[in-house]
């Protein structure tokens, strides 16, 4: 399964022209959608997700192509034996089995010859009595004191997940604790966090599989200076999630609780793994976050066990692939109709773009363009004051919009325009689809919209544990899926690598200059030296 | 000066020759990069910033034929004509003079024979009265409390900029008030302030330049119910920012204080205006915020009289169309390796995504080609470990990283692996550009780096007020500067209004609906009416 025979298989060829054809302006999607069994025909409903992709450029015939094209890519068998720990992680000769951490149903699942279910679920269990512990003062500071602040340590696939649930769920976190995400080395992160946190109730949660990650271990070094300096007891106040026998695993270095996390679980696949249990534990109680997992694994099992034509991410994937090799959009914007939902473009750019950003295909074969789409996105309405300009008039993108029918503040419903707050949203999510599809003609070039931009509208029920547990598995099912048709490995990133590599020679530079102000840094290229007299002479 | 004439000039016919040269293998970053010259030639320094271009794909003669091209389209007389109050936004009939309301050296500006400076020098007055008797507690709520929060009633340009600028000074605001802002129409954003606030302690600031925003107007309505409920006087509790005479203008409706905005003051351009000014004069004290409109004007005054070879704004703008039109990437990344600037990215989205993503020109002509590129971005460190995976090695994308030499917490210097966690951050902005441009080849094509990935780098000396003014006064010219080129009008937005027509309609069948639960919905096309049944029987 190369990315040579990608390009050269029959339903390849007759997508690219049948591309072509839907370019043609007969095939606006104005006129697509003028017909009245649209919306059933290019519509799915599962697992309480309603997925309409009416507004695509698509029609029948493209969409028969798309799903001989899943066929022929054995995306079906390729997603279950990833739930089966196939090792589909062929570069680092791993699994990626995130589907795992929300198993409730499977009686064990062997990997290397080994069950990892009931090593998972004792994971879950510590963090159940942790968290249980920690709410009830069992638990508490070294001088005392319940624990009220919670410093996330971690950065990436650490905390981006855990983000995008922590913003989604904050209505239900009632347990007087208070989340902070200390991701990045600068020093203003640290900063203004320990403007806003009581030392003696703070507990620190550093994330790092490898525990080596600079970021983390600066941060970390950091938070255990202030503890110096006030006096408190780090042994009592960290905690770890890291992989067993890491540095931060170490019984000579003594914390309060330590987790595991595992290979066969990527960053940014994480957010069900210890990574996200226990800062989420923590803020909403372990129960919430069962609820999420449990939404997840409702989600998981419609992406394994529906048909092609019936699987909600899976078409999702589909036209995702269309839109980026057939119809040539560079990216995509993913608007939620939800102020909660503000972190989930953040957390998809990294899930997304970090998995499918590559030019080579599982074969060692460079792919013929660029696969992976740039993805973007801020909150409806906030985005139609925004770039929704340029997405209107200026360089087209499809974009997805979600939607949810329930509200989780149904106190409040002042009319204004004789229409609720809710309501108001909604007329907004249900005008810009509408509005990006028809265009309108004017006189007036200025005011002319050519209309035909593409866009897919995903409508959850509420705002609940469950729904965005589906919503999380959703977009890490949709990814992969995309994946498997580029041929490509979603679970690697190589293209991280060089980067640090530079930056740890630079580093080493400038912790010898610290250690002696007339060491030469002769020894890099001339522009890295520049700015380096600039820092050091700043 | 038309799209036509455009595209028929000899400098823009040569820079797409030029660029097809730029295409050879032969300039590949790491050749372009190796003379050690390189970035002498390609940087310029200004008001204490420093802009290095040289690891853009550019050559000595694409940049002279840049320069060419940008005498040739008049740049700097436009801008000047701008700063001077001519009529720039011609669709709109309006000046746009955001400059002059940081301009504290001209002794008048005349716009239709009267003269504005003094005008808006008595609103800023005002609202240094005005923040300054809130902060001293002269002026307090209807119950006698001092104000500890204030919530911003606004969306687009009525906050963006705002939010840029108070999380980028975060550190200044000891004025013991939190700055909270009420965008969206969802009822979740209202619902998670009133967790946050004491509405005896509370200031509404409701920002509309025709106090007509339906998303705004909710807001209010939502606040006023809010504060009946709480038995709070609305008119000890609201102050407007809105045009004269606007409803929010309205003696009958009396409010605590109002403020003046000006029709030849956009929004996304405003943050200089009371529209900033009074909620970042009651965050950070009205002298910060002076401090911050003179940084603004040290760069307005760079823009207006820098030959074109040495503008800093005007380089950029250029960079961007060679990026755009010649070098044909359909995005651009902003990457602050500061955490404090997490929110440029956002505003400049809209700033630049809402001025330029336009298709017709200033005659009323078809552009060839969109012109706006899709904006985006992270702060660095964090985005190396999101979506830095397919900027290494997926799809290109241009990029402008900006570093900051002194941070604003000097005070935590602990080392980790030799250094501060300052250094540390630097090691990764350094590193990256030059990643990013040499790229590296490996025998394991999955571990290659093709390279060849253009980014600029913009050092600032610090976070201080003044240079937050001139990072905003920087994208604003090079945005308009860009818009200059292109021959389009950077300072209207008729790509979102048929989207609100639409949501009008569709609001008055929902307003219908609440009066009537008989109301017929069949005068909506079938999709509207699927969504709008599914929303009134969720």
Known sequence: MTAQSLYTLESWKQLMARAEVMNQPQHHLKRLIADPNRLSAFSLAAADVFFDFSRQRIDATALALLFELARTRGLQEKFAAMTQGEKLNITENRAALHTATRDFSSNSLYLDGKDILPELREVNRRIKDFSDQIHDGT???STGKRFRHVVVI??????LGTEFVSTALKSYADQNIDLHYLSNVDIHNFGAIIQEIDPEATLWLIISKSYTTPETLANESLARAFMAEKGI???KHIVTVTAKGSPGDDPANPVLQSFNMFDFIGG???VCSAVGA??????????IFERFLKGAEAMDSHAVHSPIHENIPLVAALLAIWNNNFLKYPAQAIIPYAAPLAKLAPHVQQLNMESNGKTVNTDGIFLNEPCGPIIFGEPGTNAQHSFFQ??????AFPIEFIGVIHPQYPKYQSLSKGVTNHQELWANLLSQPMALATGKDDADPARCFSGNRPSSTLILKDLSPE???????????RTVFEAFIWGINPFDQFGVELGKVLAGKIRQEMADRNMDSAHSLDSTDATTRFYMEMLFSG
């Open 268 to 270: 940014r696949y994480s």
């Open 278 to 287: 226990v800062p989420l534990s923590l803020y909403l109680g372990y129960d």
């Open 154 to 159: 971690g950065i990436g696939g650490s905390y």
């Open 233 to 235: 007891d780090p042994s």
């Open 139 to 141: 638990i508490r500071g």
């Open 467 to 477: 729904s965005i547990g589906k919503l999380l598995s959703f977009y890490e099912a």
């Open 390 to 395: 340029l997405a209107h008039q200026g360089r």
